[in-house]
């Protein structure tokens, strides 16, 4: 599968702070702080079998996030480390 199918069908979450986001972010990239992550996930990717790439500033809290969906029983969760890697992972921009 192609970068640009990929990032089409994936919901990509940044659970950094709102000020970390509004410094830049992924392209189409949903902001949700991991301080809410718990209440706003089933919003965001209510679809447990869609690809969840969630990215932060370092990778330990999207790392934290990935761990708390895969026990969701989400099937495809991938913890992409840092807004830069995923943006150049799935051929996107970091705006």
Request: hydrophobic share 45%; net charge negative.
């Amino acid at each position: 599968m192609q970068a640009s199918t990929v990032a089409t069908q994936a919901v990509i979450i940044d659970v950094r702070s709102a000020a970390e986001f509004e410094g830049g972010h992924v392209e189409g990239a949903v902001n949700l702080p991991l301080d809410r992550f718990v209440d706003g996930y089933p919003r965001v990717a209510p679809d447990k079998q869609q690809l969840v790439v969630l990215y932060c500033a370092s990778g330990a809290r999207s790392e934290q996030a990935v761990q708390y969906l895969k026990a969701q029983g989400y099937a495809q969760v991938v913890n992409g480390i840092s807004a830069r890697n995923v943006a150049a992972q799935l051929d996107k921009a970091v705006v």
